[in-house]
């Protein structure tokens, strides 16, 4: 082999070796960034990954806010029509947060049923809805999405 193909044969493998190493290295870093949407349903049937940072949301139950008097927890559950999904949260929430609307929360989950929030994100006015909300809506009975009352099942 001539001396000159060879050293751009060394050359051209060295390059194509940093730039996998680069690519690897930012998949990897966005990986642990990317925090993928839950709808309750989708987290009750165990689609939602456990103990990884995810964001859940639908709208809060009417009736199911509890609060702590002496500490700033704060517990509710939010709906997709579907299903239902307490989450617990530590903090204080949006001034806009209040039952019957929708709300995105992100933190981890720790069972089917119970998500621990890290932040809680509520809608900015009466026409918005987070575009994940408003899809998880519509796969959940129509029929109740127009029904402004959302009460707590029984």
């Known amino acids: 082999m001539n001396a000159i193909r060879k050293k751009r ?33 989708q987290i009750v049937m165990g689609e939602a990954p456990e103990n990884t940072t995810i964001r859940a949301g639908g709208m809060v139950v009417v009736g199911s806010v509890h609060r702590n008097v002496d500490t700033l927890d704060v517990s509710f ?43 809680v994100l509520a809608k900015h006015d009466e026409k918005y809805m987070p575009p994940e909300i408003t899809e998880a809506l519509k796969k959940g009975s129509k029929s109740t999405v127009n029904n402004p009352s959302i009460t707590r099942e029984p």
Request: proline letters at 3%.
């Open 77 to 119: 559950e939010v709906t997709d029509f579907k299903h239902t999904v307490r989450i617990q949260y530590q903090g204080i929430l949006p001034d806009l947060f209040r039952e019957g609307q929708g709300i995105v929360a992100q933190g981890k989950l720790v069972n089917k049923h119970t998500f621990i929030a890290s932040q």
């Open 9 to 41: 044969l060394i050359t051209l493998s060295v390059i194509v070796f940093i730039l996998s190493a680069v690519i690897g290295l930012v998949m990897y870093a966005l990986q642990q960034n990317i925090n993928l949407f839950y709808s309750p349903t």
